[in-house]
């Protein structure tokens, strides 16, 4: 029978505390999940349209439509940018008319034959409901030469078979509302025009107008309906993250981040493609740099050297954690990036000549009759090494700095310009190897430990055998070891994904999708920390946002669930030698 | 001997030749693994000297306010900074301020993190289930550290923060007395961004316990409550230390989660007060990275004064660097037990 | 045997634990009972714009050491945090580069039922900079839609991409501008959007800079930079660039008749009469004295026009 006293529900109920502190740590790596999902979710609903009843002060209204000289299914004069307006009488052209000099210009690429036009967007576009069934969505361009007359380009089209009364346009979006025979109210939003909110009215409607961005009034007889039309910044068309999109003032789709319009009437831009990109770029940079570094450092120390000394190695190493990355951030602006030029050849002289200076270092370091390094005293290697190392970088920086010299141009910047290319002062480059070196203790530590962890006796036999110790290591523990190896490779990834001081720091924040590595670039994780805190909750800005934080943690998450399963096959693998 | 383990000696059985040429190649390969270590050494030496270069031709050099030595710089920068003009604020008040972080993050990811490691490695069999907590700790460790921050303003500040608002503090809406950015959020999202540390040390030093202490003690009649809280738990304190203090370091170097959680440009009024429990929990406050990012971001800095930016960055290398080496130590301590534990 | 070697004995456990226990207790007790300690009257809580953010660093710095009672925040990461804030009284103090717009203001009434007030404490002008080594002497209004803007900004034809481009004698040549500018956040950034870019939308190769203060540093250091920036924070090793106007004038930014004067604002989330006592008010008293004014004019900014706006010394007035 089981003991039931004080002391056993003590410890049952530290048991009880115990098991609920592991269950908490999933709850909160699944939570943090859950609640950014949830905070995210909104950006994905769709516009709607919620009537809010009748309103019988008609008279009014009804009396001001009536002076309305706007008659969209007549004749329209929308205003355009600059001097230049735009008019329209149905079955004939549309003109394009300057104010100040009266000038006309005819606009062949509207249609002639229409039963509304009206003006969307805050008078950047228009949208014509033409008598041949298709509702076609016009942004306004400004003219490429001097003194010229705006053109229209064609955005959309609409299939739309029933006749249409009237039209009106939003104020501020590229959004119509349309009152269509018999008595049919439908909302059509450019920015998603397969999806179309229909409402049937109870009689004929007479006219409409959108009292305010999210109003609308439409009159029947001596009635009035009022609207609410509620829709989020991209109107439930996630695409418009994602693809290219063809934004009001441009002339063709492209990708744009400008979530803060300068004034109320611009459209936002919420393309998060550019920020991606960059953030994956910038980690890919950051690999190329520091994996070498990392991954070399893991190799020596993880099996070449002796318990002892890599007890006592591995701090030292490890010391380079005491830099934060903000610190790392703030020496990368002021005291590399003026000198970035320099830097740079140097750094293409190290990356060639480095690995030729240390073999001739340590062949005569051996051949000097010194013995300083020998095979079989691999311990202290990396002290006896440092005047070898030291020169080498030394001497192989000089030669390319020298070497830059003697380039077409007679410096590394001014050849790049004759080929055409400009080296941005906030370049990936900058940015690769600053945060390289922030995540060469990550990807260390996670290697060595792979690279320990295979079994020595194996190794030791190759070397009973006649091996050398490098050959043992190439093709016994190496294969063992890769898997590991490159778990770490994609740690260090997910960690410069997720890195965030340096990139704000020296990425120059160009939201832009450059293969190149001249020009700078714009991460995610920036974007969050320049514009979370200002971002209202609850809009559309706050939403993308999670969107974006979601995406980063989602690469995160399977960059590093790969990792986890790919060291715990080695471990499989390993077990039981 | 595994199959494995014989494939592999009977491939590489062609190839184990020790021909100068391989010799020589074995001296070159190690040499560049080699010559890496002492790259990244002298990358973080000439870091740095960099620094602290930078800092001293600052401190003894010429410029700064009229008549200003080294003495008064220092001062300066330290507790008064208004003195060196541009609106720069002292490091102190950061200091502080990083110190109550500290403490209330303590509170809340000791208890957490010790409970998860003691889980880990003294009640829980070696399931799918455990698998899972395993993989959430290599997950919310590689989770980068703006999202901690992303997520503590959604969940935190702005879910947790309002409903403590609505029920306690509702008279004062609508101004916010929690459902801002302060210190009890910042404390909780670090505590989060830390858990998987402490936890690592927490198993490490657990793991390096002998078993027969445990053995020991259920000889003797104790149930497993009492074996773990009162025999194991103290014997593996300075590993909770360890990842304490490893906690403390990272939360002095992580700005990106507390841009969006509550640090702030200036906050003279260190965070105390005389009632209980003597901490503002919802009041902003100055961190020491912070700090330098608003100095190395928001104030005029001409390239002949990189001196003080230099400064306020030793300040916080030093600070990490501190905290690390008592860690290393600590973790020698109880990694060193381990050849005095079993005399048999 | 183990046991000795441990720091921590049984008995210093269980002080240890019944030490948080205490602390936790105390933590739920205070967050129960009414925080009366931060009541409006002895908190000042600024957010807003960084180009202010100098100016009032340095003003709380010397009001708070003339008044330790009343706690003190700073936050100046941008003119856009300001009206959220103000609205959600996670401030009581808002400071904006730009003036509120419609429908800041509108969401500020919908969620409050007032009007917030506004007063204009100084101001400034957003000057051009380059590096003190870069010959050039002006730019023209043409030339800064085309360098900065998306091509059509403002009207105009083309992009300026190069240091020819803008000035065909140019001793940089080929080399391109590298442009500077403030994040979207800023109200320097907006300022510079709505009224040197026609509202248009800027160059998508226009670096980003978070603050003020770090265009400046970037353009001290690279010779090949132009950028925008408050007056306030181009001093030191820049070059402060004039404005050409149509008729070919050169005008400075001491000017009069400068085209990107602007002025700057200060928010209060109430009236001035239900102001009156608080901390706003004692602040605004402070800045509104010699001592602050000197403050004002050393940091570089100018004293606001006695318009028919409510300024500075109007404010403080209603606050007696």
Redesign the interface.
């Known amino acids: 029978m089981p003991v039931v006293n004080a002391r056993a529900i003590r410890s049952f109920l530290a048991g009880l505390i115990v098991r609920f502190a592991g269950f908490a740590v999933i709850f909160s790596l699944f939570g943090m999940f859950a609640q950014m999902v949830t905070v995210a979710y909104p950006i994905l609903a769709p516009s709607t349209l919620t009537p809010l009843g009748a309103d019988l002060k008609t008279s009014a209204y009804g009396g001001k439509l009536e002076e309305d000289p706007i008659d969209s299914t007549r004749n329209v004069s929308l205003s355009v940018a600059g001097d230049w307006s735009l008019e329209g009488v149905v079955g004939e052209s549309w003109f394009w008319v300057n104010s100040l000099t009266g000038f006309r210009v005819e606009n062949t690429d509207l249609p002639k034959v229409w039963s509304a036009a009206t003006a969307v967007g805050s008078n950047r576009g228009v949208a014509i409901a033409a008598s041949d069934g298709v509702i076609s969505h016009h942004h306004f361009l400004a003219s490429t030469r001097e003194g010229d007359a705006p053109w229209s380009k064609l955005v959309e089209k609409i299939e739309w078979e029933l006749p249409v009364i009237k039209a009106a346009g939003h104020p501020r979006l590229a959004v119509l509302a349309l009152l269509s025979e018999p008595s049919n109210l439908t909302i059509i939003d450019f920015r998603n025009p397969q999806v179309q909110l229909t409402y049937a009215l109870s009689d004929k409607p007479s006219g409409l107008f959108w009292e305010s961005p999210s109003l609308l009034r439409i009159i029947i007889g001596e009635r009035s309906e009022l609207f609410e039309f509620a829709t989020t910044d991209i109107g439930g068309a996630w695409s418009r993250l994602i693809k290219p999109v063809h934004y009001e003032g441009y002339t063709a789709p492209t990708f744009l981040w400008l979530p803060l319009p300068s004034s109320e009437a611009a459209e936002p831009k919420y393309s998060i493609a550019p920020l991606l990109f960059g953030t994956l770029k910038a980690a890919f940079l950051a690999l190329l740099v520091g994996a070498p570094l990392s991954l070399g450092a893991a190799i020596y120390v993880g099996f070449f050297m002796s318990p002892v000394q890599r007890g006592r190695i591995r701090p030292v190493i490890d010391m380079l954690t005491a830099f934060p990355t903000v610190v790392l951030g703030a020496i990368g602006l002021f005291w590399i990036a003026p000198v970035f030029e320099t830097v740079l050849t140097g750094l293409i002289g190290i990356a060639i000549l480095f690995p030729f200076f240390i073999i001739l270092g340590v062949f005569a370091m051996r051949s000097a009759g010194l013995r300083l390094v020998r095979l079989d005293a691999l311990d202290d290697w990396p002290l006896k090494l440092l005047p070898v190392v030291a020169t080498a970088i030394f001497l192989s920086a000089w030669a390319g700095i020298a070497a830059s010299g003697f380039l077409p141009g007679g410096s590394l910047v001014e050849y790049l310009e004759g080929q055409g290319i400009t080296l941005a002062y906030f370049n990936s480059l900058l940015v690769g190897l600053v945060l390289g070196v922030a995540i060469t203790p990550t990807i260390f530590s996670v290697a060595e430990e792979a690279i320990h962890s295979v079994p020595k006796n194996l190794a030791s036999g190759a070397l009973a055998l006649g091996s050398t110790p490098w050959q043992s290591y190439r093709d016994i523990v190496l294969p063992l070891a890769l898997p590991g190896m490159i778990a770490a490779i994609m740690i260090g990834f997910g960690r410069a994904a997720g890195e965030t001081m340096i990139l704000l720091m020296l990425s120059g924040n160009t939201s832009i999708i450059d293969v190149t590595v001249f020009e700078g670039l714009r991460s995610v994780s920036a974007s969050l920390a320049l514009e979370l805190p200002e971002a209202p909750r609850d809009s559309s800005h706050y939403y993308v946002l999670f969107v974006m934080g979601l995406l980063l943690f989602g690469i995160t998450f399977v960059v590093n669930t790969l990792a986890e399963i790919i060291k715990d096959s080695v471990k499989a693998k390993t077990q039981g030698v | 001997m595994s199959e494995a383990n014989k494939k592999f000696l009977s491939s590489t059985h062609r190839q184990l030749t020790g021909s100068r040429l391989e010799r020589l190649r074995s001296l070159a390969m190690i040499g560049l693994s080699a010559s890496m270590v002492t790259t990244i050494i002298l990358i973080s030496s000439g870091l740095f000297l960099l620094l602290v270069t930078s800092a001293l031709s600052w401190l003894i050099g010429g410029s700064g306010p009229e008549g200003a030595n080294w003495s008064t710089k220092l001062y300066s920068l330290v507790f008064t900074g208004s003195d060196l003009g541009n609106g720069i604020s002292a490091v102190f008040p950061a200091i502080f301020g990083t110190l109550a972080l500290v403490i209330l993050m303590t509170v809340f990811v000791a208890p957490l993190g010790v409970a998860t490691a003691l889980y880990l490695t003294e009640y829980a069999r070696p399931t799918w289930y455990t698998k899972l907590i395993r993989i959430s700790i290599t997950n919310l460790a590689g989770v980068p550290a703006i999202i901690y921050g992303v997520f503590g303003l959604g969940f935190f500040v702005y879910g947790l923060g309002g409903q403590v608002d609505q029920l306690f503090f509702s008279d004062q809406l609508p101004n916010p007395t929690f459902g801002t950015p302060g210190l009890l959020w910042a404390a909780l999202t670090m505590a989060l961004l830390n858990l998987p540390i402490v936890i690592v040390a927490v198993t490490e030093g657990l793991d390096a316990l002998p078993s027969d202490l445990r053995e020991a003690s259920v000889a003797l009649g104790a149930t497993q409550g009492e074996t773990v809280f009162k025999a194991v738990l103290p014997a593996a304190m300075p590993s909770v230390f360890t990842g304490l203090i490893l906690a403390t370091a990272r939360t002095a170097g992580e700005v990106a989660p507390l841009l969006l959680v509550g640090a702030v440009k200036f906050a003279p009024s260190l965070p105390f007060s005389e009632r209980l429990p003597f901490i503002e929990l919802e009041q902003k406050f100055m961190h020491v990275g912070f700090q330098l990012f608003d100095a190395v971001l928001f104030n005029r800095v001409d390239p002949g004064d990189l001196g003080w930016i230099a400064s306020v960055a030793l300040v916080l290398v030093l600070l990490i660097s501190s905290l690390n080496l008592i860690a290393i130590a600590v973790r020698a301590l109880v990694l060193g037990r381990q050849e005095v534990a079993n005399p048999f | 045997m ?2 000795r ?6 008995n210093q ?1 269980k002080l240890f634990r019944r030490c ?1 226990i205490f ?2 207790v ?2 739920c ?4 009972s ?2 009366s ?2 009541n ?1 009257n002895n908190t000042l ?1 600024i957010v807003g714009s ?1 180009t202010l ?3 009032m ?2 003003w ?2 010397r009001f ?1 050491s003339k008044n ?1 009672e009343i ?8 003119s ?2 300001a009206p ?1 804030a103000l609205q ?3 401030a009581n103090v808002g400071t904006m580069s730009r003036p509120m ?3 800041e203001v509108a ?1 500020f009434i919908a ?2 039922g007032r009007k917030p007030t506004e007063i204009v404490i100084a101001e400034d002008a957003v000057v051009f900079i380059v590096h003190p080594s870069n010959p050039i002497e002006y730019v023209t209004k043409n030339m800064i839609a085309r360098t900065f803007g ?3 900004t403002c ?1 105009t ?2 992009r300026i991409l190069t240091w020819r481009d803008l000035s065909a004698s140019h001793p940089f040549g ?3 501008i ?1 442009v500077v500018g403030r ?3 800023s109200g320097t950034y ?1 300022f510079f ?2 009224r040197a ?1 026609c ?4 160059g ?11 265009v ?3 353009v ?3 010779p090949s ?1 132009l950028a925008y920036s408050a007056m306030t ?1 181009a ?3 820049i070059k402060v660039l004039s404005v050409m106007d149509e008729k070919n004038k050169l005008v400075y930014p001491s000017d009069s008749s400068y085209p990107f004067k602007r002025r700057l604002y200060m928010y209060l989330p109430t009236s001035l009469e239900v102001a009156k006592g608080s901390a706003e008010c004692a602040f605004l008293t402070f800045i509104a004295s010699d001592e602050g004014l000197e403050i004002l004019l050393k940091s570089g900014f100018n004293l606001p026009d006695e318009g028919s706006s409510l300024t500075l010394i109007g404010a403080a007035n209603a606050c007696r």
Do not use: C, K
Request: charged share 15%; glycine share 12%.
């Open positions: 183990l046991v070697r441990f720091p921590w004995s049984l456990m948080l602390l936790a105390n933590l007790l205070n967050t129960a009414a925080d300690e931060r409006p809580i960084d953010s100098g100016l660093t340095l709380t710095q708070y330790p706690s003190v925040e700073i936050q100046a990461v941008g856009a945090a959220p959600q009284g996670t717009n419609s429908d969401a969620e409050t998306m091509p059509g009207g034809i083309g080929r080399q391109r590298q994040t979207a956040t907006q959007r709505s870019l509202g248009g939308d800027p998508v190769f226009i670096n980003e800079i978070p603050g003020g203060a770090g400046a540093n970037t001290a250091r690279l930079a924070h001093n030191g090793d």
